[in-house]
């Protein structure tokens, strides 16, 4: 069986994205950053345990707050649609311009959410740190310890309310200060603890040798069908990209008036965007890893 939910090599997910977001920034054109809003979307709901539905909920919220504000503070376009009154220091015209504008905007920033939240719900978190590891060591080791010293504080912090309700400490009835009164004591065993627990990983670090000498890395397996699918999909993506910021398909005008959406360079760009993703999202969810060698 192929590796599954979190456990896909990183570099095919990361080299995706990256490429992804490069077009979400450098494009302007409506179509295109609709289609690559759509794709990121379904490359995130198709992480395994369905990970994105709450970060889908606030990148949508933001999204809707981008596509309502660009009118209000825009004050741009010729093609006037209706007139609201507003306070003199935000715009009452809505002008066609200023809302394709706004979609654009709202487009880029479902993209980039959509694409970030993928990329931690596909990707396995301890390769990656460990990529991270080969060029800053030590950025990655403090960031792996904080990711595991934080459950075990929550933990901690559990136990400690627990004991306290225990002794009649009241800590989830009361006024919300007053609580929080209740609550500002048990804070130093939570400090305490976590200190204790960070002296032993310290102790046993240094126990194993850390920083003695030469590091060890665990063998990396080979990808799979599904990852060397993603990367063959990210490198045709990459130069259709390269190819439309070359001859400026990624260039867009709103204003005065709008440039045309529907171009052959956008559809063809846009729809190269859709099917990476989409194909991306098929070939690392399907549950055969063809081609996996175990490592030795």
């Known amino acids: 069986m192929g590796p599954m939910?979190?456990?896909?090599?990183?570099?095919?997910?990361?080299?995706?994205?990256?490429?992804?977001?490069?077009?979400?920034?450098?494009?302007?054109?409506?179509?295109?950053?609709a289609a690559l809003a759509a794709g990121a979307v379904v490359f995130l709901l198709a992480a395994p345990g369905h990970p994105g539905h709450l970060v889908?909920?606030?990148?949508?919220?933001?999204?809707?707050?981008?596509?309502?504000?660009?009118?209000?503070?825009?004050?741009?376009g010729d093609l006037v649609l209706f007139?609201?009154?507003?306070?003199?220091?935000?715009?009452?015209?809505?002008?066609?311009?200023?809302?394709?504008?706004g979609a654009s905007a709202a487009a880029r920033v479902l993209a980039t959410v959509a694409l970030a939240a993928a990329l931690f719900a596909w990707a396995d978190p301890d390769r990656m740190l460990a990529g991270v590891g080969r060029v800053a060591p030590r950025s990655a080791l403090v960031s792996a310890i904080a990711a595991r010293?934080?459950?075990?504080?929550?933990r901690d912090a559990r136990a400690i309310s627990?004991?306290?309700?225990?002794?009649?400490?009241?800590?989830?009835?009361?006024?919300?200060?007053?609580?929080?009164?209740?609550a500002a004591p048990l804070a130093l065993p939570l400090v305490g603890s976590a200190l204790e627990r960070g002296l032993d990983v310290a102790e046993a670090m240094a126990a194993r040798g850390y920083g003695e000498g030469r590091r060890?890395?665990?063998?990396?397996?080979?990808m799979d069908i599904g990852e060397r699918t993603t990367l063959a999909l990210t490198g045709?993506?990459?130069?259709?990209?390269?190819?439309?910021?070359?001859?400026?398909?990624?260039?867009?005008?709103?204003?005065?008036?709008?440039?045309?959406?529907?171009?052959?360079?956008?559809i063809a760009l846009g729809a190269c965007a859709l099917a990476a993703l989409v194909l991306a999202a098929l070939a690392l969810g399907h549950p055969r890893g063809v081609g996996r060698q175990s490592a030795p």
């Open 56 to 76: 889908l909920i606030g990148a949508l919220v933001s999204a809707a707050g981008v596509l309502i504000l660009t009118p209000l503070v825009s004050g741009q």
């Open 236 to 266: 045709i993506l990459a130069v259709v990209v390269g190819w439309a910021i070359a001859i400026g398909a990624t260039d867009f005008s709103f204003f005065p008036t709008m440039g045309p959406i529907l171009t052959p360079a956008s």
């Open 216 to 222: 060890t890395r665990l063998p990396e397996r080979r």
């Open 83 to 101: 007139t609201i009154p507003m306070p003199p220091l935000l715009n009452g015209e809505i002008t066609a311009e200023e809302l394709g504008a």
């Open 5 to 33: 939910g979190g456990d896909r090599a990183p570099m095919p997910i990361v080299l995706l994205v990256l490429v992804a977001g490069i077009l979400a920034f450098t494009s302007d054109q409506p179509l295109v950053l």
């Open 149 to 154: 010293l934080v459950p075990t504080l929550r």
């Open 162 to 182: 627990e004991t306290a309700r225990l002794r009649g400490i009241v800590l989830t009835t009361g006024p919300r200060m007053a609580r929080a009164r209740r």
